[in-house]
């Protein structure tokens, strides 16, 4: 087989910029940079500084769904069914 065989065509896909909505995205890029500074990883000493990685995941495990986030799920609600 020659390697054009192995390749498959590429489904159609959306672009992110057709769903991406620039105010949700700002509203999750602040509400992780919240979480970053209150795990402290802003310290250069910290074990996990400069690195984003499993903030969301530990907030939800420790500190439970607070009425920032639930305030962004209804955003992002409201406009999923804006744009339907």
């Not at 020659?2 to 620039?22: A, E, F, V, Y």
């Not at 607070?66 to 955003?75: P, R, T, Y």
């Amino acid at each position: 087989m020659s390697r054009g065989q192995l390749l498959k065509p590429l489904p159609d896909l959306k672009l992110m910029t057709d769903n991406c909505d620039p105010v949700i995205q700002m509203k999750r890029q602040e509400f992780l940079d919240a979480l970053y500074l209150a795990d402290g990883r802003d310290d250069v000493d910290h074990p996990y500084h400069a690195i984003y990685t499993d903030l969301f995941e530990q907030w939800k495990r420790y500190a439970g769904l607070s009425a920032q986030w639930l305030e962004l799920l209804a955003v992002d609600e409201d406009l999923r069914e804006s744009h339907a």
